[in-house]
């Protein structure tokens, strides 16, 4: 999974540095489908996800900006800094679909590794196969017992 991760975040760097910050969410949308598919990736954009509410299926209006290789979340943004309800909103998608990574990219920074957080649903597996000291100096936020998350 980490290099799937990495080789989206290489796409994204590659968008920025070719177009730059302070285009539309939309913008950046495109140019990252294009260098998925000059690198060859699997994708799905804008893909709906309903949410189930005591056994029903209820279309929200959730969509997610990509699904790569049906395994990770990436969601675009182009705001002054990524906020916590980001984060939060990112976490609810991985639950809902039943995914464990996601991707933020924010594309409004002059540097964009400092706009990307990676987030992996259900931190606690983690924590124990990576050891308490290095889980705990990358870790964002935890949420009680169960679906917390971290930053790889």
Known sequence: MKELTEKIIGAAIEVHKTVGPGLLESAYEECMAQEMDLRGMNYERQVSLPVAYKGVKLDCGYRLDFLVEKAVVLELKTVDALQPIHEAQLLTYLKLGGWTVGLLVNFNVPVLK?????????????FHRRGAENAENNLVRSKGKKGGYKLL
Request: proline fraction near 0%.
């Open 114 to 126: 400092n706009g990307v957080k990676r987030v992996v649903l259900n931190y606690e597996d983690s």
